[in-house]
């Protein structure tokens, strides 16, 4: 067992979610981690409203082999550091499962420890390969990856803005550049050329330099890999500088917080995600219970919905709670039925199939094209 390092004040608090919770030893520790802070905070909402809604209808349902299940929640600020932090902070109270973390620059240091540790890791977002390829017994997610995203990018790029200059841009971040590496792989196995290349720091407000160059290379179409803060300051920066370009991102740009940054400057960007999950008649019941809380499961919220599903119904079948058994279970058996559909997992603990679409933004909101 490794020494649990705990680095500062780990930012989490247990919830208790259970509907008539008994004694300690009737209980399943659960959690989930994410940014609940800092400038991905949205994100962190998404993931907290799946996971208490999910840990509440479990438990109304009779919990997980008679136990309630009871949740525990991190926040990870989407740094490395922290979320390692964060993730010896979980092992120390005992949690069997994560849901979590969102950024991949967060779950793939903290899947070291949940892997040394013992506890079973469920990313509702992580989509840099890396997380799943490297083969840990106790990583699994609901999202599809990175180069499954690129490809879809990628080709759509080549295909409809063959004679325009694209650029490609990063945030140096494990899914920034990930998912920015893999869509320039693609644009240029489809025959594109990319116009211009740069990498970006995020966090920052001013990224007028970065226009003015985009704007001098004559540039059309701005692909972002990174987070839906910076793309908005970006797209909206362009605007004010005169260029008429498109935007076009990732599963990071769907949140409503994206539209709040760019503003009219929004109006045409175009991003990534899967089939939308809140149209889907496995969804209807959940949905329908978020809005009836005046909550719009968009985005994460879902996904983290079904990832807590699965560790339940897999322990369920498992008849035992131990991460190992669970994790064997999820993997030899499924697929699994969930708010998303039905979800399978490869020996890597990928889903069996995705499906990724675009999305266009229009005054303020978000569909599928």
């Keep these: 067992m490794l020494r649990r390092i705990l680095l500062g004040a780990a930012a989490s608090f247990a919830l208790a979610v259970g509907f008539g919770v008994a004694a300690a030893e009737a209980q399943i520790q659960i959690a989930v981690v994410g940014p609940m802070t ?23 349902a009779g919990g997980v082999l008679g136990q309630q299940l009871v949740l525990n929640i991190g926040d990870d600020a989407c740094d490395p550091r922290q979320a390692v932090s964060v993730a010896n902070d979980m092992a120390s109270k005992g949690v069997k499962f994560v849901a979590g973390h969102y950024c991949s620059g967060s779950s793939i240091p903290a899947s070291k420890v949940y892997t040394d540790e013992g506890l079973l890791q469920i990313s509702p977002a992580s989509t840099n390969p890396k997380y799943t390829d490297e083969g840990a017994w106790n990583t699994f997610r609901v999202c599809g990856r990175d180069d499954q995203q690129g490809a879809i990018a990628g080709k759509y790029l080549a295909d409809h803005f063959k004679n325009e200059k694209v650029a490609i841009l990063n945030d140096n971040s494990a899914y920034g550049k990930g998912l920015a590496d893999q869509t ?26 970065l226009v003015s160059r985009l704007k001098q290379a004559g540039v059309a179409v701005i692909y972002v890999g990174g987070y839906h803060t910076e793309s908005g300051l970006i797209i909206r920066q362009a605007k004010e500088q005169g260029m008429k ?3 076009v991102g990732g599963d990071a740009l769907v949140t409503n917080e994206f539209w709040q940054i760019a503003g009219d400057a929004g109006n045409g960007t175009m991003m990534t995600f899967p089939a939308d999950p809140r149209h889907r008649p496995s ?9 009836d809380k005046n909550i719009d499961p ?29 994790a064997e279970v999820m993997k030899s058996s499924g697929p699994w039925p969930t708010v998303l559909g039905p979800i399978g997992f490869d020996k890597k603990g990928d889903i069996t199939a995705s499906d990724y679409v675009f999305y266009v933004w229009k005054n303020g909101s978000y569909a599928e094209m």
Excluded at 39 to 57: H, I, L, P, W
Excluded at 184 to 202: N, R
Excluded at 283 to 291: I, L, T
């Design 38 to 60: 800092g400038q991905y905070a949205a994100f962190g909402t998404q993931m907290r409203e799946g996971a208490e809604q999910a840990v509440a209808d479990i438990n109304k």
């Design 245 to 247: 370009a498109t935007l």
């Design 298 to 326: 968009e985005g994460y919220v879902l996904y983290t919905y079904a990832a807590v599903q699965i560790f339940a119904e897999a322990a369920q079948k498992a008849g035992s709670a131990d991460p190992k058994k669970v």
């Design 283 to 291: 969804a209807a019941a959940v949905v329908k219970e978020f809005k």
């Design 184 to 209: 320039k792989k693609a644009f240029e196995a489809a025959g594109g050329k990319v116009a211009m290349e740069a990498a970006y720091t995020p966090g920052e407000r001013d990224y007028s330099a």
